[in-house]
């Protein structure tokens, strides 16, 4: 290294990020409604995975239902567990692919509950946003969804240039999906000596299965989520089999050399913020342009609520997104 001080010029977060005074008022009152919506509802862990699904298709959960996309349309494709498949919502030339992974705990959750946010994509950004309907623990625990999103990834990589018209190719995801985009960029480098994808957005993502220090230290306070809710996600997850220390499982613990650009967004009242600014960390070090979001008061994927935090953090992946 040329300079010795080098590192000591790298800047550090902002402190103030992280001072309540720091939460606009409209994020405020956004987490006091959840936390008095959650807060002695019905414990989603008494009842089975089908009808948690049900009911928060229905809007019952802790995010509002989001309207469906009239020009979204289903293809399905081979998977390792049968037919695997892909909603796409695209404008008619698209100028790249967002390979988008849901999020949901592993258990929970569906392409189709996420259209405004492909549909982000695809106005403002004129990306063709494909989501992948991978299999659901507990009832396809690890590897089932990690198999399902390797196998998308490499059909777009195969059939994407000729089916879209372009090969500029991103992926991402939040919470669950984003830990499985990591998860997919790993296993193509790595499995296949491939690197289709030239940015990862990354957004409230869980990294380490064994849990962080944000995590394990958070309680009960119900914010979307709690200590609890994620370690039974990661039971739920690990039903049969995975190790926490398997970069397979817990990407935090694997070499990240040679991954693209990638941008991590979390909010500052979220679980997993330990688990962005961790991972951010070790995506630098390993030599990768790393990006990361911070936003005051956001809670776990506050980017689901339509408030002036989100659209903030939108025009930061959007800006993200064109400089790749």
């Not at 008022?25 to 948690?52: F, H, K, M, Y």
């Not at 469906?68 to 049968?82: L, N």
């Not at 695997?84 to 390979?99: S, T, Y």
């Not at 991402?172 to 480098?189: I, K, M, N, P, Y």
């Amino acid at each position: 290294m040329d300079d010795p001080f080098l590192a000591r010029k790298i800047p550090m977060l902002d402190p103030r990020l992280f001072h309540p005074d720091a939460v606009d008022p409209e994020t405020a009152a956004l987490n006091a409604d959840i936390l008095a919506r959650l807060t002695g509802a019905p414990d989603q862990w008494s009842a089975p995975p089908a009808v948690v699904r049900e009911n928060r298709a229905k809007g019952l959960g802790p995010f509002p239902p989001a309207p469906k996309s009239p020009r979204a349309r289903t293809i399905t494709i081979e998977g390792p567990g049968g037919p695997l498949a892909l909603r796409i919502i695209a404008p008619e030339e698209p100028r790249g692919v967002f390979l988008h992974i849901h999020g949901g705990g592993w258990m929970l959750g569906a392409p189709d509950e996420q259209d405004p946010f492909l549909e982000f994509f695809a106005e403002r950004l004129g990306f063709a946003a494909v989501s992948v309907d991978y299999r659901l623990a507990p009832e396809h625990p690890y590897p089932a969804g990690p198999d399902d999103c390797e196998a998308a990834a490499l059909w777009l990589g195969r059939e994407g240039r000729e089916r879209f018209g372009t090969g500029r190719f991103i992926i991402g995801g939040d919470s669950a999906g984003a830990h499985l985009s990591v998860v997919t960029l790993l296993r193509l480098r790595d499995r296949h000596g491939l690197l289709p994808f030239a940015g990862a957005n990354l957004i409230a993502g869980v990294y380490d299965l064994a849990l962080t220090p944000s995590v394990r230290r958070w309680g009960d306070e119900k914010l979307i989520l709690n200590t609890r809710d994620i370690f039974l996600f990661v039971q739920g997850f690990l039903r049969r089999e995975g190790d926490v220390r398997s970069p397979d499982v817990s990407p935090i613990h694997a070499d990240l050399a040679g991954l693209p650009p990638a941008l991590f967004t979390i909010g500052t009242r979220d679980p997993l913020l330990d688990d962005s600014l961790f991972m951010a960390a070790r995506w630098a070090a390993a030599g990768n342009r790393s990006e990361l979001a911070v936003w005051p008061g956001g809670c776990h994927v506050f980017t689901r609520f339509d408030i002036g935090l989100t659209q903030q953090a939108l025009a930061r992946m959007e800006a993200f997104v064109a400089s790749l």
